[in-house]
T-cell receptor
Framework: QKEVEQNSGPLSVPEGAIASLNCTYSDRGSQSFFWYRQYSGKSPELIMFIYSNGDKEDGRFTAQLNKASQYVSLLIRDSQPSDSATYLCAVTRGSTLGRLYFGRGTQLTVWP | KAGVTQTPRYLIKTRGQQVTLSCSPI?????VSWYQQTPGQGLQFLFE???????NKGNFPGRFSGRQFSNSRSEMNVSTLELGDSALYLC???????????FGQGTRLTVV
């Protein structure tokens, strides 16, 4: 079982819709959870992080964490074509806090 | 505040050569980690340095090495390059364990 798994996608939504990206992780000792956005040919850009169970909102983005079920999700409201990118889920584990474990990413396309 | 700076941005090397990549973290950040990104394998962890000490290491052969200097700048070296080493090499810096990691623009290495 992979450390971090994401819905494989690709995901395609119309402009203005809600995009839902999901991620599950295998290690219950995982402590910190991050969402990165990566445009084609660019490096990952941090868009959200969450440490505690529940929801965290930042503008059009909401991260949701459920440690009991070992999943973290990212909702993008009012999706825009500029949101089209690959979204990477990453977690840290208690034993190796300096290391990020990444999922393979979900490619999102927002069409006008 | 300046971001993470990686040099060079692009590099073309021949099989069998060696290469050194450089990373300057965000000012005040003491943790620097390195990742390799390829289309087939996604983001893979190479190693992490903190205060000049390697704290974590991924599953890469000994041809891949790194170091960190007293000013937190880090270098990674790949010796005896192979075609499969062609990838985007990313450096990330963070201020504290488990906190957000910020990526540099990456070095795209092509081995011919």
């Amino acid at each position: 079982q992979k450390e971090v798994e994401q819905n494989s996608g690709p995901l395609s939504v119309p402009e203005g819709a809600i995009a839902s990206l999901n991620c599950t992780y295998s290690d219950r000792g995982s402590q910190s959870f991050f969402w990165y956005r990566q445009y084609s040919g660019k490096s990952p850009e941090l868009i959200m992080f969450i440490y505690s169970n529940g929801d965290k909102e930042d503008g059009r983005f909401t991260a949701q964490l459920n440690k009991a079920s070992q999943y973290v999700s990212l909702l993008i409201r009012d999706s825009q074509p500029s949101d089209s990118a690959t979204y990477l889920c990453a977690v840290t584990r208690g034993s190796t806090l300096g290391r990020l474990y990444f999922g393979r990413g979900t490619q999102l396309t927002v069409w006008p | 505040k300046a971001g993470v700076t990686q040099t060079p941005r692009y590099l073309i090397k021949t099989r069998g050569q060696q290469v050194t990549l450089s990373c300057s973290p965000i000012s005040g950040h003491r943790s620097v980690s390195w990742y390799q990104q390829t289309p087939g394998q996604g983001l893979q962890f190479l190693f992490e340095y903190f205060s000049e000490t390697q704290r974590n290491k991924g599953n890469f052969p000994g041809r891949f090495s790194g170091r960190q200097f007293s000013n937190s700048r880090s270098e990674m070296n790949v010796s005896t390059l192979e075609l499969g080493d062609s990838a985007l090499y990313l450096c990330a810096s963070r201020g504290q364990e488990g906190s957000e990691a910020f990526f540099g623009q990456g070095t795209r290495l092509t081995v011919v």
